[in-house]
């Protein structure tokens, strides 16, 4: 299976500000189709998880355009432009190029 | 709008069996492709188990630690998925989510349902 790791796990962050979480894959997530299926979901406590973005950088309707996500191969980062409140929560990467699907760990996102 | 509703959690003993129910609607069933993914008390994301549509074959996989003793399955008729728990361990324990596939992602999540294995 695929390993995905994130860094970091926890990132306290001040409203306004940006934030940058980083996912690593153990081998490259490159499709044999050309894709890559590389999806970032946001969980806010109590919640369930919630998918924001796909093939790393295609936002799912309605989420705000303040996401954002970039890489290639092994190496990927969600990015939000401008931390709000409703941001809290913690952030997923998952690789769907290799079944079964994988996640990382999380990544914590609070208010400082 | 689609919309995904899980029933039939709750608390068991070590050894017990469970089943799952998740009621779908706002989308063509019988086409899905369907996943339980579970969530360990402060823990992170572990997709469990998969089901195709019976058009494409309605094979199912399963994650190494709950293969052979549980099962998914789906009644097309009632819109409905299915998730056979038996031989339950503590480490079981955990928020069930049932969640659509397409287009190489979970893109529809229920609210969850969980299961509690404890003597």
């Known amino acids: 299976d695929i390993v995905m790791t994130q860094t970091p796990l926890s990132s306290p962050v001040t409203l306004g500000q940006p934030a940058s979480i980083s996912c690593r894959s153990s081998?490259?997530?490159?499709?044999?189709?050309?894709?890559?299926?590389l999806s970032w979901l946001q969980q806010r406590p109590g919640q369930p998880p919630r998918p924001l973005i796909y093939?790393?950088?295609d936002r799912f309707s309605g989420v705000p355009d303040r996401f954002s996500g970039s890489g290639a191969g092994t190496d990927f980062t969600l990015k939000i432009s401008r931390v709000e409140a409703e941001d809290v929560g913690v952030y997923y990467c998952?690789?769907?190029?290799?079944?079964?699907?994988?996640f990382g760990p999380g990544t914590k996102v609070d208010i400082k | 709008e689609v919309q995904l509703v899980e029933s039939g959690g709750g608390l068991v003993k070590p050894g017990g069996s469970l089943r799952l129910s998740c009621a779908a609607s706002?989308?063509?069933?019988?086409?899905?492709?369907m996943s339980w993914v579970r969530q360990a008390p402060g823990k992170g994301l572990e997709w469990v188990a998969r089901?195709?549509?019976?058009?494409?074959?309605?094979?199912?996989y399963y994650a190494a630690p709950v293969k052979g003793r549980f099962t998914i399955s789906r009644d097309d008729s009632k819109n409905t998925l299915y998730l056979q728990m038996n031989s339950l361990k503590t480490e079981d324990t955990a928020v069930y989510y049932c969640?659509?596939?397409?287009?190489?992602?979970?893109?529809?999540w229920g609210q969850g349902s969980l299961v509690t294995v404890s003597s």
């Open positions: 969640t659509r596939e397409y287009n190489w992602n979970f893109d529809s």
């Open positions: 706002g989308f063509t069933f019988s086409y899905a492709w």
């Open positions: 089901i195709k549509s019976k058009t494409d074959g309605g094979t199912t």
């Open positions: 081998q490259s997530l490159v499709h044999s189709d050309g894709n890559t299926y």
């Open positions: 093939k790393i950088s």
């Open positions: 998952m690789q769907a190029t290799q079944f079964p699907f994988t």
